[in-house]
């Protein structure tokens, strides 16, 4: 069974750090692109951050690149340390796993699977986590 449990969320003040992780079981780890996503009230989830099945390539959204930074284990966790937060990052951020082919995704190519920017979006992710809530105060 495929799991994924995030931790690490919680209540910051702007320009303060946090550092989300998820812990991830039930497939081969290093075979699927796997990322962070986030969601805030009234808005669609959006992916923050992947990193390629090959771990050799990432992706950041624009509005968090040169802050948020992901990483590995390379054995069942993933880590995104964000730094320097705004209140614009408030969301629940979701750790996902895009475990099977594109030929069951309506809306996904292999070769969209194949890049990772292209692959960090809700559609092409299968397996989800609960999330873990990120407050950013002013």
């Known amino acids: 069974e495929v799991q994924l449990v995030e931790s690490g969320g919680g209540l910051v003040q702007a320009g303060g750090s946090l550092r989300l992780s998820c812990k991830v079981s039930?497939?081969?780890?290093?075979?699927?692109?796997i990322g962070w996503f986030r969601q805030a009230p009234g808005k669609e989830r959006e992916g923050v951050s992947c990193i390629s099945k090959s771990r050799a390539s990432t992706y950041y959204l624009d509005s968090v690149k040169g802050r948020f930074t992901i990483s590995t284990d390379n054995a069942n966790m993933v880590y995104l340390q964000m730094n320097s937060l705004k209140p614009e990052d408030t969301a629940v951020y979701y750790c996902a796993v895009d475990f099977f082919s594109a030929s069951v995704k309506p809306k996904v190519t292999p070769a969209s699977l194949a890049n990772v920017r292209e692959a960090c979006h809700y559609s092409a992710m299968d397996y989800w986590g609960k999330g873990t809530p990120v407050t950013v105060s002013t």
């Open positions: 039930g497939f081969t780890f290093g075979v699927h692109n």
